[in-house]
């Protein structure tokens, strides 16, 4: 019998992991004391907890206490599925995370293949290297990417390396192919990617390079993290304003006046955006 059995997205009903929790926390930022008090809560209320979201939710609540910048960072999955519906926003935001690798990107052209033009989402180059990327952006975390995806994309690849992507390889530059999720992927697309020297970048693969830890590594958090803004008042900054990441906002604050936001409630977020960009 399983301790403290809970239930994932997917359906698997698997063992709740304290330490896994203790982990997300100080990754966030909280401190060892802060993240043990919550993992503390958590399993003295665990008869109410069955999910892996009802855990989140509590986790999140509880933390916001102790670290309410931690609890902001916290929040990173939830605010990736919030720059929906739209799959843009999130193309920006991969854009903007290769632009602090030093990349320069371009995205959402037309290149042609030897069969066929493509529109590609990201084209991205640095030194002797150049990437064509897919994003594949999801609004619900149980939509994975199967290994479908990861064939279809590799087609349109190779037909590009025998069209507009030969003349890079002609100058002497190397060539990968890169899918973007804000989900995961299926064994079997990840097996594949491996074999056909894909990279599959999604919420926690590859292992250490994922998304969590990108945007950790750089920095760079979307502005849907904020808790001190409505979800409409996301909505408008994000496909209005063109304002993607947290630091956009810090950048730009006059855009929360066009939102007709008091002045009370932007010291609140400028204090939050200040807090989430240090």
């Known amino acids: 019998m399983l301790n403290?059995?809970?239930?994932?997205?997917?359906?698997?009903?698997?063992?709740?992991?304290?330490?896994?929790?203790?982990?997300?926390?100080?990754?966030?930022?909280?401190?060892?004391?802060?993240?043990?008090?919550?993992?503390?809560?958590?399993?003295?209320?665990?008869?109410?907890?069955?999910?892996?979201?009802?855990?989140?939710?509590?986790?999140?609540?509880?933390?916001?206490?102790?670290?309410?910048?931690?609890?902001?960072?916290y929040s990173l999955k939830q605010a990736l599925f919030a720059l929906g519906p739209s799959g843009y926003p999130f193309e920006t935001f991969i854009a903007r995370l290769l632009e602090a690798d030093g990349y320069s990107v371009e995205k959402g052209i037309v290149r042609n293949g030897q069969c066929i033009a493509h529109e590609v989402d990201i084209l991205a180059e640095k030194e002797n290297e150049i990437i064509f990327g897919e994003c594949k952006f999801r609004n619900n975390q149980q939509?994975?990417?199967?290994?479908?995806?990861?064939?279809?994309?590799?087609?349109?690849y190779e037909d590009l390396l025998r069209g507009d992507l030969n003349a890079w390889l002609a100058k002497g530059?190397?060539?990968?192919?890169?899918?973007?999720?804000?989900?995961?992927?299926?064994?079997?697309?990840?097996?594949?990617?491996?074999?056909?020297?894909?990279?599959?970048?999604?919420?926690?693969?590859?292992?250490?390079?994922?998304?969590?830890d990108w945007v950790n590594r750089t920095g760079l958090h979307p502005l849907t993290c904020l808790h001190s803004l409505t979800r409409q008042e996301k909505s408008m900054l994000v496909e209005e304003e063109k304002l993607v990441l947290a630091q956009d906002l810090l950048q730009r604050p006059a855009a929360l006046e066009r939102l007709s936001i008091p002045a009370g409630r932007k010291k609140t977020i400028l204090e939050e955006l200040e807090g989430l960009c240090r």
């Open 4 to 73: 403290n059995p809970i239930r994932k997205a997917s359906g698997e009903v698997v063992a709740f992991e304290p330490s896994k929790l203790r982990t997300s926390l100080q990754r966030a930022g909280a401190t060892a004391d802060e993240a043990d008090a919550v993992v503390q809560a958590i399993l003295r209320d665990w008869p109410s907890m069955t999910t892996t979201k009802q855990v989140y939710r509590r986790a999140h609540r509880l933390l916001r206490r102790y670290n309410k910048t931690a609890a902001t960072r």
């Open 143 to 156: 939509l994975t990417n199967d290994v479908k995806v990861a064939l279809y994309i590799r087609a349109r």
């Open 173 to 212: 530059y190397s060539a990968r192919c890169f899918v973007f999720t804000n989900t995961r992927y299926t064994e079997d697309a990840l097996r594949y990617g491996v074999c056909a020297q894909m990279t599959l970048v999604g919420w926690d693969s590859p292992n250490g390079y994922g998304l969590r």
